[in-house]
């Protein structure tokens, strides 16, 4: 049950708080800089979190495999390497 005064205060200065904490997480996305990416730590695409790890780490991923060559089909078999060397 809510009174009026906590009504109040919650339509006085929280929901500008919450508002201005939302538009900050949410209202854009975390950018490489000079150094990288550095951001508070928060919810949403504007901060650092696990969910922009994961999404830095998927496009990183990507861009190797597209950029470096596959080494696998030129790397000799493991087995026959260890008894050319043994």
Known sequence: MTTSASVA???SGLPRRAER???EAFGGRLQFGT???RGAIGPGP???NRAL???VATGLCAYLLEVVPDRQTEAPDAPRAIEAHA
Request: a positive charge; aromatic letters at 0%.
């Open 53 to 55: 790890v994961r999404r």
């Open 9 to 11: 205060q919650v339509r």
């Open 35 to 37: 150094a990288g990416l």
């Open 21 to 23: 904490a939302l538009r």
């Open 46 to 48: 504007n901060q650092m």
